[in-house]
């Protein structure tokens, strides 16, 4: 059974920070780019972050810059894909979703991405 299961959302303040992170389970999750994008109310998934399977090449999105940092841990059954958010702003307020697929190139596409968890709220209050 696929699982992709995030945890770790929350309410931070502006300037804060938070840790987001996603257990992937029932496939061979190791060989495949995984990313987090985010949904706002009223708009668009949108990419935030991807990381190549070996973990060796990371994307982000121009609106998260280095204020991000995606990483993974390729353990034997069990993918954990972890956010690190810091200097958090009011616009950061989403949805976030990891995923799973292999998007040869295009990374920032919510299509090219086979598995999806079911979200976690991230809520900054300014």
């Known amino acids: 059974q696929v699982q992709l299961v995030e945890s770790g959302g929350g309410l931070v303040q502006a300037g804060g920070s938070l840790r987001l992170s996603c257990a992937a389970s029932?496939?061979?999750?190791?060989?495949?780019?995984m990313g987090w994008f985010r949904q706002a109310p009223g708009r668009e998934r949108a990419f935030v972050a991807a990381?190549?399977?070996?973990?060796?090449?990371?994307?982000?999105a121009n609106s998260v810059g280095g204020r991000f940092t995606i990483s993974r841990d390729n353990a034997k059954n069990t993918v954990y894909l972890n956010l690190q958010m810091n200097s958090l702003k009011p616009e950061d307020t989403a949805v976030y979703y990891c995923?799973?697929?292999?998007?040869?190139?295009?990374?920032?596409?919510?299509?090219?991405?086979?598995?999806w968890g079911q979200g976690t709220q991230v809520t900054v209050s300014s």
């Open positions: 995923a799973a697929g292999r998007p040869y190139g295009d990374y920032a596409g919510p299509n090219a991405y086979d598995y």
């Open positions: 029932g496939r061979a999750f190791s060989s495949y780019t």
């Open positions: 990381i190549s399977s070996s973990g060796g090449t990371t994307y982000n």
